[in-house]
Structure formats: C-alpha cells, structure tokens
Nanobody, 118 residues
Framework: VQLQASGGGLVQPGGSLRLSCVASGSTLWINDMGWYRQAPGQQRELVATITNRGIATYQESVKGRFTISRDNSKVTVYLRMNSLKPEDTAVYYC?????????????WGQGTQVTVSS
C-alpha cells in the first residue's frame, strides 16, 4: 500500500486548509485511515481517525475545528482544517491500517507541511 498526501501549505491564523491522502496498491483490506502530526521537537500525535464505516475520532484540541472524512470508492481520506492556530503547525502524516484475517499492517504517507503563521 502506498499513501500520497497533499494539500499542506502556509496559512494565516484563522484560515483553512484541506489535506487529502490517496491510497494505492493492495487497498482491499484497508480499515481505519487517519491523520497524525509531528511538530519540531515533538512526538508524532494522533489528530483524527475514521473507520471504513465513517466513525470518526478526534484529538481533543482539534474537535470542532477539524473534520475527517473518506471516500471509500477512491480510497482517499481528507482532513478539513478550519480556524487554524499557530500550534497546529506540524508535518501531517496520513495513516492506513491494513487488516485481513491473519495480518495487520500500518502504512504511512510521506507527510505534508502545514504552517500557520501571520
């Protein structure tokens, strides 16, 4: 499975961005997809995840501002980020959990930089 993320950039505080991540390869057994982020000097942290049935979970600090969604027909996960704050600045990584009857694997995209600054 390969994950290709896009949509990062520089935005002013209060602005919005939408990240996209498309999966390719052996995508049939992809279950959960999600977004993580890593700020300089910090550990990678969960931002949001979504199951293949559309059940979403969020980190507390982004609730009400970020929305995760997915298009299963395109094997693509999105992250709509509104009311961005400087503390949202990080490299954002998409993630996919591949699971069949005997194996579970986790795949990561290459990361896309989000910078929130005036």
């Amino acid at each position: 499975v390969q994950l290709q993320a896009s949509g990062g950039g520089l935005v002013q505080p209060g602005g919005s961005l939408r990240l996209s991540c498309v999966a390719s390869g052996s995508t049939l057994w992809i279950n959960d997809m999600g977004w993580y982020r890593q700020a300089p000097g910090q550990q990678r942290e969960l931002v949001a995840t979504i199951t293949n049935r559309g059940i979403a979970t969020y980190q507390e600090s982004v609730k009400g501002r970020f929305t995760i969604s997915r298009d299963n027909s395109k094997v693509t996960v999105y992250l709509r980020m509104n009311s961005l704050k400087p503390e949202d600045t990080a490299v954002y990584y998409c993630n996919a959990v591949w699971r069949n009857l005997t194996n579970t694997r986790t795949y990561w995209g290459q990361g896309t930089q989000v910078t929130v600054s005036s």
